[in-house]
């Protein structure tokens, strides 16, 4: 399996493969999404830890396609997916986490962010919402590592996954895009920009990555030119850390369970 977790000494983002080298190593991915299911079913009845996974890549990426495949055999009400594009009104009133906040996952649930508080050192940094010398990115940087080391202390995992798309491959897809109505919608004129800028964004990002990759919240760089194979290692890695997290439901009250069956039992018999 290829998924690669960010390397210090690696620190840009054409440093890392757009494709899986031997199909062959692929996790099965059915098998990986069963397990997801499975172990978020015991995550939310531990009701005791959360995860969080963030999803960042590049325009037609294949971000929520990911998303959507990943909920496949999830439980709906332990499982939110956001969607955070560019900040505007009372958001951008508030400090730069100001809207993550609500959309965390609480104790039981597995919440999926389709990009998320990186974007305000990603996007932020070629599309300012502010005046551009009104930030700080150090510090920006700073309050990211600050606020993922808090969540893991309070019991919510962070996964982070970079969706690495080689040039020509996102030329392809966008170009796909143009042509399907059901994705034709999400074209704007600020995509012409971003591709434009395609080159600036991703030293962006990479450095982004470096300032905020973590042992505890580390950052993950997927091959994304095949969305099989993409799809297939993340899976994987999701379900690798739910097994750690819940590995077992939590054990039964056997007086209340007794005295549930004496119940229907005796219900049952008197035909009521």
Not at 91 to 107: G, M, N, S, T, Y
Not at 184 to 197: I, M, P, Q, T, V
């Amino acid at each position: 399996m290829k998924a690669y977790t960010w390397n210090r000494k690696r620190t840009a983002l054409g440093e890392y493969p757009y494709k899986v080298s031997s199909a062959g190593d692929l996790p099965d991915l059915d098998e990986s999404l069963k397990q997801i299911g499975e172990y978020q079913r015991r995550l939310r009845a531990n009701g005791r830890r959360s995860l969080l996974l963030v999803v960042h890549g590049p325009d037609a990426s294949g971000k929520d396609s990911l998303i959507r495949t990943l909920a496949t055999y999830m439980d709906p009400t332990g499982f939110h997916a956001w969607s955070f594009s560019r900040p505007s009104g009372m958001e951008q009133r508030h400090d730069f986490l100001w809207r993550i906040v609500p959309c965390l996952p609480a104790a039981g649930e597995v919440a999926a962010f389709n990009r998320s508080h990186h974007e305000a050192v990603m996007a932020e940094r070629l599309w300012p919402v502010h005046d551009p010398d009104s930030y700080d990115w150090a510090g920006r940087y700073d309050a990211i590592c600050a606020f993922e080391r808090h969540l893991v202390r309070e019991g919510t995992q962070v996964i982070k996954i970079w969706l690495n798309v080689s040039e020509n491959e996102q030329a392809k897809r966008l170009l796909k895009r143009l042509e399907k109505a059901r994705k034709r919608w999400k074209f704007d004129g600020a995509d012409l920009e971003a591709w434009r800028r395609r080159e600036d964004y991703h030293q962006i990002a990479s450095e982004a990555i470096t300032a905020t990759h973590a042992d505890e919240a580390p950052w993950w760089i997927i091959p994304g030119d095949n969305k099989p194979e993409a799809r297939a290692l993340v899976a994987a890695a999701l379900a690798e850390r739910l097994a750690t997290m819940a590995p077992d439901y939590p054990p039964p009250d056997e007086d209340a369970l007794s005295a549930y069956r004496t119940l229907l039992a005796d219900r049952y018999r008197n035909g009521r």
